[in-house]
């Protein structure tokens, strides 16, 4: 099965600094998934990538997807306490991509300190 | 607010019995995803249904089973219950299988 490593596990950074997660596939990722959650909450869908070299973004937030190396980055620009919590990959498993089918990383929890 | 509502909130319950944890979808969205997410597991996908019948199976139980109903609410049926069935259970929906709209979940205590 697909196994996701997200890295770094936790990340403490000041306001207004940058910063990049990363998210590497055991397996070819076919469709790559971001996500955010805030401690005991619903998570958050932040966007999809499915083409290599892809790259979106979402507000300060930006996702990029290098397929040969079957990862994915998620890079913040100028951080603000409001972007922390914790950010979750998913990928499919197979080709039919859905984003509903992931399978997840462990997830890497992001402090902004004012 | 994502417009996905899940009910209860909370559910404090014993070894042994049976809950139903119940999710209405955004409206118009046909398919409902469920999901379990624990410390020891992390978030897992459970199932799918789209308008009304199963899509997609993940990591789901036997003692688990859900259904979507022709006003497409989904309840997820889990028996049976085990210590280890504590977790926070999330119900999504989505339009077209590229975004979603995940609700705020049901937290499942199991005594």
């Known amino acids: 099965s697909q196994e996701l490593e997200q890295s770094p596990q936790s990340l403490i950074v000041q306001e207004g600094k940058n910063l990049t997660i990363n998210c590497t596939s055991s397996?070819?990722?076919?469709?790559l998934y971001w996500y955010k959650q805030k401690y005991g909450e619903g998570l958050i869908f932040l966007m999809m990538?499915?083409?290599?070299?892809e790259e979106k973004s979402h507000e300060k937030i930006t996702a990029k997807l290098d397929e040969k190396k079957q990862q994915s980055s998620l890079h913040i620009t100028a951080s603000q306490p409001s972007h922390a919590g914790i950010y979750l990959c998913?990928?499919?498993?197979?080709?039919?991509?859905?984003?509903?089918?992931?399978?997840f990383g462990d997830g890497t929890t992001l402090t902004v300190k004012p | 607010d994502s417009g996905v509502t899940q009910t209860p909130k909370h559910l404090i319950t014993a070894t042994g019995q049976r809950v139903t944890l119940r999710c209405s979808p955004r409206?118009?969205?046909?398919?409902v995803y469920w999901y379990q997410q624990s410390l020891d597991q992390g978030l897992q996908f459970l199932i799918q249904?789209?308008?009304?019948?199963?899509?997609a199976k993940g990591n789901i139980l036997e003692r688990f089973s859900a259904q979507q109903f022709p006003d497409l609410h989904s309840e997820l049926n889990l028996s049976s219950l085990e210590l280890g069935d504590s977790a926070l259970y999330f119900c999504?929906?989505?339009?077209?299988?590229?975004?979603?709209?995940f609700g705020p979940g049901t937290r499942l205590t199991v005594l």
């Open positions: 998913g990928a499919d498993s197979g080709s039919d991509t859905n984003a509903g089918k992931s399978t």
């Open positions: 409206s118009g969205d046909l398919s």
């Open positions: 990538l499915q083409k290599g070299g």
């Open positions: 999504a929906s989505s339009r077209s299988g590229d975004t979603q709209y």
């Open positions: 249904y789209y308008n009304g019948e199963e899509r």
């Open positions: 397996k070819t990722l076919y469709g």
